[in-house]
Nanobody, 123 residues
Framework: QVQVVESGGGLVQPGGSLRLSCAAS????????INWYRQDLEKKRERELV?????????NYEESVKGRFTGSRDDAKNTGYLQMNNLKPTDTAVYYC???????????????WGQGTQVTVSS
């Protein structure tokens, strides 16, 4: 059993900052990629990938968040982070964390999702 718990969302003014955390626990032998998605449920938009943090620590970002969002990880804690700076109203969404991990005595990897955390950017 693997559980993913997200935290750090909230209400912030445009230009403000938030730091999201994604803590994974359970039967994890290797924590591979950490992905951050977001979805604006009120506007019924599709879930989009905004950041990826690979096992090696390299990162990739969706074009609209480049230079503003920074992904990182602490493998000792099985935790990923997303630092969000200079937030814009268009960043408003539910943010989801996807953990891609291997379990003991298992070949290959599985993906696990957090419950999502609301980020609202408004004046």
């Amino acid at each position: 059993q693997v559980q993913v718990v997200e935290s750090g969302g909230g209400l912030v003014q445009p230009g403000g900052s938030l730091r999201l955390s994604c803590a994974a626990s359970g039967s994890i032998s290797v924590l591979r990629n950490i992905n951050w998605y977001r979805q604006d449920l009120e506007k019924k938009r599709e879930r989009e990938l905004v950041a990826t943090i690979t096992r090696s620590g390299t990162t990739n970002y969706e074009e609209s968040v480049k230079g503003r969002f920074t992904g990182s990880r602490d493998d000792a804690k099985n935790t990923g982070y997303l630092q969000m700076n200079n937030l814009k109203p268009t960043d408003t969404a539910v943010y989801y964390c996807e953990i891609i991990a291997s379990s003991p005595n298992t070949r290959g990897s599985n993906n696990y999702w957090g419950q999502g955390t609301q980020v609202t950017v408004s004046s």
